[in-house]
């Protein structure tokens, strides 16, 4: 098995316009298998654009992007979402929970792409909410949760389709520090010998729950 899980290569990302930003200027990472990595730096540095880069939602100006020993850059539209689906987990600062469906619902939904019947995809959705915690929670609706389950409900999302990189972006930035602990604890037990975690965050504690912290400063890590 390759050991590195991800390996960016001199990737830049310029947004054109009237005056063109260089959000990235050359960017080299490499995130191993089993590690949890915390990426910080100061507002405006790219690192938004880079999780939106390894998340594959956008495609850089130039480099090299390899997940798991595929090179990004060869595929096409369709093999992209492809790879996104079954490689790839999200976790967002405002949950993204869709209001109308309830936890086991909400938590199937990255198993939609995966042709299983759908009690078996209620069953591991199901599996994942008792996980964290939520069995007792299963049929509630996003409104009718906490922050803190929430953020629960979203990680159980994350992880139900087993993701090689789980990709987390200011997880706790709407969470008091009770519930955040609660969350960063959570995530760290996602980290797997086959699975990685990469946080973007502000957040002093959760990168200290990180086994490394790679600073992004004017677009390349510093
Ligand atoms: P961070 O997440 O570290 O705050 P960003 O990745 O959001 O940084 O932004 C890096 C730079 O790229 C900033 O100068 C920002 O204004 C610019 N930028 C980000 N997204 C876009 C976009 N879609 N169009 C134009 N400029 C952008």
Redesign the pocket.
């Known amino acids: 098995m390759i050991k590195s899980i991800v390996q960016l290569l001199n990737i830049t990302?310029t947004?054109?316009?009237s005056i063109a930003?260089?959000?990235?200027r050359g960017l080299d990472l490499e995130i191993r298998r089993g590690e949890m990595t915390a990426i910080v730096?100061?507002?405006?540095?790219?690192?938004?654009?880079?999780?939106?880069i390894l998340g594959l939602l956008d495609v850089p100006t130039s480099g090299r992007y390899l997940l798991n020993g595929t090179d990004t850059s060869r595929l096409g539209e369709r093999e992209l979402t492809s790879l996104r689906a079954v490689t790839l987990g999200f976790v967002f600062q405002a949950f993204h929970l869709l209001p109308h469906l309830n936890c086991v619902g909400n938590v199937m939904l990255p198993l939609a792409h995966q042709g299983w019947p759908r009690r078996e995809r209620a069953r591991l959705a199901t599996e994942a909410l008792v996980r964290v915690g939520l069995g007792h929670r299963l049929d509630a609706r996003p409104a009718t949760l906490s922050g803190g389950e929430r953020q629960r409900v979203a990680v159980a999302r994350a992880v139900v389709h087993s993701p090689s990189v789980i990709l987390c972006d200011e997880p706790t930035g709407n969470l008091d520090r009770e519930n955040s602990t609660q969350v960063m604890d959570l995530l760290r037990r996602q980290v797997t010998p086959e699975r990685s975690l990469i946080i973007?965050t502000h957040d002093d504690a959760a990168s200290a729950c990180a086994d490394r912290v790679v600073k992004?400063v004017d677009?390349v890590v510093c």
Do not use: I, Y
């Open positions: 990302k947004f054109p316009g930003v260089s959000a990235l730096g100061p507002s405006g540095a790219g690192k938004s654009t880079l999780l939106n973007v992004v677009g």
